[in-house]
């Protein structure tokens, strides 16, 4: 079982920064691929960027890449996003999500993410 639980949402002017963090409970964090998505109002939930249980590997979407940075700290139990020059089109709801797994190929679906958080909002205000 893993529990996570997001935080650092909010609301930024445009060319604003945030980072998120998803702090995750049990014992299966460290061998999880962690992943964040969003979903704004009206339209399917997104991948935004993944990373693998060894943190050596990261993959986003095209809407964030050269923005965002996804990180973790395995002995805090702690996945980031760090989201700069942040635009409109940005706005939405931030979920984290976990893979427990050993494997090393991140998925963008989410019905291959098992465990989710209750998101966090953020808001880039123009």
């Known amino acids: 079982q893993v529990q996570l639980v997001e935080s650092g949402g909010g609301m930024v002017p445009v060319g604003g920064s945030l980072k998120l963090s998803c702090a995750a409970s049990?014992?299966?964090?460290?061998?999880?691929?962690m992943a964040w998505f969003r979903q704004a109002p009206g339209k399917e939930r997104e991948f935004v960027a993944g990373?693998?249980?060894?943190?050596?590997?990261?993959y986003y979407a095209k809407s964030g890449q050269g923005r965002f940075t996804i990180s973790r700290d395995n002995a805090r139990n702690t996945v980031y996003l760090q989201m700069n020059s942040l635009k409109p089109e940005d706005t939405a709801v931030y979920y984290c999500?976990?893979?427990?797994?050993?494997?090393?190929?991140?998925?963008?679906?989410?019905?291959?993410?098992?465990?989710w958080g209750q998101g966090t909002q953020v808001t880039v205000s123009s």
């Open positions: 990373i693998t249980w060894t943190g050596d590997s990261s």
């Open positions: 049990g014992p299966t964090f460290s061998n999880a691929n």
């Open positions: 999500a976990a893979e427990p797994t050993t494997g090393l190929r991140l998925w963008r679906s989410m019905e291959k993410y098992q465990y």
